[in-house]
């Protein structure tokens, strides 16, 4: 064999260099127009922590600011059921969709789309509770459907399920029907039974999900003919009557209890939507017509029975909880509210609006719903 000369030994290194340069350059390239496919790295150190950059920031203290570049999505998002598409349905304002919620010494991200399918490529992100929980999910929907094409997504369902799936992502956001968290049975002669140390058949949906977002609240505290609720029954134990608070406890400590039993910090994330405000004192038109944003409260603002509740049963619980506390900062919004606009008015009817229902408990869409998903999208 000859001598290899400093010339060869130069070329040599030219051709691994360049062949490594070029192979680069190729792999960059065959991503093509589907390189915003790509998975991004997001680490958390805590599964209830935040992103760096808002470890510092308290998002529940601020206030709501007018932003033009507000609403995130259209108003004829084909996922909005009739009942919160207020613009649909004749409501004559929109300034209720171009308000943001601005944290004092910091700001919540405007939220992208495509960054959140990156993060949740493969993953399943679960909102389990009622109908404000699913007033939360249409947004969450709405929010990342327009930059999936039509044959890429789909919505299946599985019993109290449901769920929207992005196919090129493989990854879905889902809506588990569960307002009291605990199971509710029918007993002789149709009579409600609430089950208040029975969960299974409802967590069973829950099960194999990466982030869980729980709510329960507001049918704890129905009366009347809005009652829910004949019975309550812990163990062989009937309970003809019972503190509805009392009961809230015991139902949200067997939630705890299946959590800290099932659930593995290092795999899920969990997360509980604290109590959205209602709106409906006065007779229930307190939200009728409301334009804009209370500025401030004159007094204290009331504090939902149920929310300390809460609190002291995710402070005895074992597994890492993030609270996402929502109360405060909605409870400013009586404007935002579908009111009289939960279903399409004629012209006749849009005379006399007081002569029908005004709903104070959901939310017009898009709308504050919208703020909350920019923030679970921070903490997630």
């Known amino acids: 064999m000859g001598e290899i000369t400093p010339n060869t030994w130069f070329l040599f290194f030219v051709f691994i260099f360049s062949l490594r340069f070029f192979n680069g350059e190729c792999s960059q390239s065959s991503l093509g127009k589907d390189s915003w496919l790509e998975e991004k790295d997001h680490e958390v150190n805590m599964v209830q922590g935040q992103p760096t950059s808002m470890n510092s920031c308290d998002m529940t203290e601020g206030k709501w600011v007018y932003d033009q570049s507000y609403p995130l999505y259209d108003t004829t998002c084909p996922y909005l059921s009739i009942p919160v598409s207020c613009r649909r349905n004749g409501r004559p304002d929109s300034d209720y969709e171009k308000w943001k919620w601005k944290p004092h ?22 909102l389990v509770g009622d109908s404000i929980m699913r007033n939360q999910w249409e947004s969450l929907v709405c929010l990342v459907e327009a930059v999936i094409p039509t044959e890429l997504k789909t919505v299946t369902y599985n019993g109290p399920s449901m769920a929207f799936h992005a196919l090129d992502f493989e990854m ?46 507001h049918w704890w505290t129905h009366s009347g003919k809005w009652s829910s609720v004949d019975f309550y029954m812990e163990g062989n134990s009937m309970i003809t009557s019972l503190n509805p608070m009392v009961a809230y406890e015991k139902g949200l400590t067997t939630w705890a209890r299946w ?30 017509n409301q334009r804009e944003p209370l500025r401030n409260f004159n007094h204290q603002p009331h504090v939902p029975e149920q929310l300390p509740i809460l609190e002291a049963v995710l402070e005895r619980m074992s597994f890492p909880v993030y ?23 004629d012209e006749q009817q849009r005379q006399h609006p007081t002569d029908y229902t005004s709903d104070c408990s959901h939310w017009c869409l898009p709308g504050v719903p919208d703020i909350w998903n920019e923030m679970l999208n921070v903490l997630i």
């Not at 969990?270 to 009728?288: A, D, L, Q, T």
Request: hydrophobic share 40%.
């Open 105 to 126: 010494g910091c700001s919540i991200p405007r939220f992208d789309a495509l960054d959140f399918l990156a993060r949740m490529r493969r993953k399943r992100i679960m």
């Open 172 to 217: 879905s956001i889902e809506f588990s029907w569960a307002p009291y968290l605990v199971e509710m049975k029918e007993g002789p002669q149709n009579k409600r039974i609430l089950h208040l140390d029975l969960i299974e058949e409802n967590a069973k949906f829950w099960r194999g999900v990466d982030i869980l977002v729980f709510d329960s609240a």
């Open 259 to 288: 959590v800290d039993l099932n659930l593995d910090p290092k795999r899920t994330r969990v997360i509980f939507r604290s109590i959205s405000p209602r709106h409906n004192r006065e007779n229930g038109w307190k939200c009728y």
């Open 323 to 345: 609270l996402h506390d929502i109360t405060r900062m909605s409870a400013f919004r009586r404007d935002a509210h579908p009111s009289v606009y939960s279903r399409a008015l």
